[in-house]
């Protein structure tokens, strides 16, 4: 087996500066130890696989203040794009991914828990026309395998643009449940506003979404509709405002729509909290009760 990779001097506890984050970015680009899928097997996209990576790391510490004592909780991990620079930030933290394609599962269960115990992967059996067509439940009837209150940080990177809406509510639900007092859950989507249906009716946009539509779920290609879901932004966020959480800070807006005035990422970033003014209706999320 290869070494381990040598772990990083990221700082326990609190904020890491932008100076050690850098660094430590650039340590990780450097790492030959660092495992990666074979191009074969990587079904997330194009792109520099850990170049990607690195560059979420960046956003999940400097837009969601991730800090290296965090349990975080990583929806849609894929085939370990966002775990892999994680080893090397978590420290005193802990990861759990999950996802439906088993493959993607084995492969992080193989060459990351092997390396890094604390970084655990489960697969969930939810049907996707795309990912996984022959799955046996429905996200919509999703019970994540977690008790209440686990995670501390809780992250999905270009997930929601491959749900409906009654997924990305199923999943409200479960990450409302699962998030600790304090937790933050941050998510990228495509978000349909002013702005961007502007850019999108000007043709600058990356993919081939209608601006001009009104529905508040649309699809890059009608024909393969999970291929690339946009919503329009206050019905997308109406689903986590309805289980209690709030924007912590204004969304980063991307530039998959071709804005006049992108960001410097590719999709739009959002970083919720837990709402403390909104008790909990559901049995699932509500308090325990002592003894
Ligand atoms: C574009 S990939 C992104 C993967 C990963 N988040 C990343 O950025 O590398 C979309 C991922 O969402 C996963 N996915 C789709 N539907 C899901 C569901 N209902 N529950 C969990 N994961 C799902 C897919 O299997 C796939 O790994």
């Known amino acids: 087996m290869t070494a381990a990779p040598s772990r990083s001097a990221a700082p326990q506890g609190g904020a890491v500066s932008d100076k050690s984050l850098d660094w430590l970015g650039q340590q990780i680009l450097k790492n030959r130890f660092i495992p990666r899928p074979s191009a074969d097997r990587v079904f997330v996209g194009d792109g520099d696989f850990l170049l990607i990576g690195v560059e979420f790391l960046n956003w999940f510490v400097r837009l969601g203040n991730l800090k290296p004592s965090d349990r975080v909780l990583d929806i849609g991990c894929g085939i370990g794009r966002m775990a892999l620079p994680l080893t ?3 420290e005193a933290g802990s990861y759990d991914g999950v996802d439906i394609v088993a493959d993607g599962v084995d492969w992080c269960t193989q060459n990351i828990t092997s390396r890094y115990e604390k970084f655990r992967f489960h697969h969930l059996d939810l049907g996707h026309a795309i990912y996984n067509p022959a799955g046996k439940k429905a996200t919509v009837d999703l019970r994540l395998p977690f008790a209440d209150g686990s ?3 809780v992250f999905m990177t270009s997930v929601v643009t491959h749900f409906h809406a009654d ?66 932004e206050n019905y997308l966020l109406a689903s986590f405002l309805a ?13 998959w729509s071709g804005r006049a005035t992108p960001g410097p990422s590719f999709q739009d970033i959002n970083v919720l909290g837990i709402d403390p003014s909104i008790r909990p209706a559901s049995p699932a999320i509500a308090t325990p009760r002592g003894p």
Do not use: H
């Open 151 to 153: 995670f501390d940080f």
């Open 88 to 90: 090397q930030y978590l």
């Open 243 to 255: 289980v209690g959480l709030r924007r912590n800070q204004q969304a980063v807006y991307g530039r």
């Open 167 to 232: 997924d990305v509510r199923a999943y409200a639900r479960e990450i409302r449940r699962v998030m600790a007092p304090g937790a933050r859950l941050f998510f990228t989507a495509f978000m349909l506003n002013a702005p961007a249906r502007e850019g999108l009716r000007a043709g600058k946009g990356a993919y081939s979404f209608d601006g001009a539509a009104l529905e508040p779920e649309i699809y890059a290609d009608p024909a393969n509709p999970l291929a690339g879901v946009a919503f329009d």
